[in-house]
């Protein structure tokens, strides 16, 4: 005979398993209601860590939200001066290739 709880064989003329501990001598209907309540339980479990990954996930999506929106409102203020400043003026001769191109119609 195989123990209901830990599965392991124990002899026929046992009451107790002497593995666990679990009693032996219980009818069907005791079997299938400590299977029942066993499964209930482990699905609860599993249920309760679900939504603690959840929770987690929730948190971190928070205060992540409130690190960023910090940075966006406040971007930090850079404490040192670029070494090379570009030179923004653009020639006069760069004028024809800024103007827009024009292709004549052909007929």
């Avoid at 029942?36 to 999506?61: G, S, V, Y």
Wanted: proline share 8%.
């Amino acid at each position: 005979m195989r123990c209901i709880k830990c599965r392991k064989q124990t002899p026929d003329t046992e009451l107790y398993c002497r593995h666990c501990g679990t009693r032996m001598d219980m009818s069907f209907d005791e079997i299938t209601e400590e299977l029942r309540q066993e499964i209930n339980k482990e699905h609860e479990q599993d249920t309760e860590a679900f939504f603690r990954w959840i929770m987690f996930i929730l948190l971190f999506i928070w205060v992540s939200g409130l690190f960023f929106n910090r940075l966006w409102e406040n971007p930090p203020i850079p404490t040192e001066t670029p070494a090379y400043i570009p030179n923004l003026e653009i020639p006069a001769s760069w004028s024809e290739i800024r103007a827009p191109l024009v292709i004549p119609e052909q007929n």
